[in-house]
């Protein structure tokens, strides 16, 4: 069963026609809010769907953009969150901007990312500014072994503040966290600047594949919760969700 179907079954509960209507009517079902409630047996259907654990479709996309200095590693950590691998060896720079449509299933939700990999060479910042606006997050990435990208985040984050809205969502991260020996940046440093911006931040490697996944899933379920929040349900929050999962994972101690 598709969202456009559990829209239809729900419609006597919710007139909305908004995709993410249908969306809200299962996830108050699935917090047992209207359990039994409908009476026409379509309800028990939801319920039942919902409770067999499929997860909900959702044709919505969510637009998250890639920004940083050139060779930083933001195509390499796309391609490592779609294909699962990283392809090492001779680099070449984006040439303007492309982007990769992924499904994040979050809490029984799927979620579309239309994720956007942007150039990082300055020649091409205008393309860049133009896609700032309709962004709903924005990773932004410094190589750990790179001074000067660590440097430039701030001119990053006052263009970002020029040109996106208000309330996207920003996650600081700091690449080629693999790179040890050749560290330039330490963690706390990241973690400072970070606090200083208010906003979430973690290492990553495009090479191992450490945290890509964790920063994709974590913009997915902010975008999720800013859309579908019940007032019932405790707030997402960003900060805290990544540190648990840091913690969880142990993350930081291999590098
Ligand atoms: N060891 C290591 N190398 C990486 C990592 N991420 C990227 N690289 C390498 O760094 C170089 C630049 O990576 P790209 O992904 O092309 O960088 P980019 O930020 O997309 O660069 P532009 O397209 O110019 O903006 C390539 O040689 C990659 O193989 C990483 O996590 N670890």
Redesign the pocket.
Known sequence: MNWRELLSGAGSMNRRTDPWAAVEVCWRINSAEWRGGGGDGKTSEIVSTVERGHPLHVERSEQTILV?D????????LVQFDQGKF????????VGIGFTNKVVTVDNVKVKLQIW?????ERFRSVTHAYYRDAHALLL?YDITSKSSFDNIRAWLTEIHEYAQSDVVIMLLG?????SSERAIRREEGERLAREYSVPFME????TGVNVELAFVAVAKELKSRAIQHSSEPKFRIHEYIEAQKEKSGCCSFF
């Open positions: 940083g050139s060779g930083v590693g933001k195509t390499s950590l392809i090492p060896g001779s680099f070449s720079a984006t990999d942007t150039a990082g060479q990435l690449n080629k966290a693999d790179m990553t490697s495009a090479k």
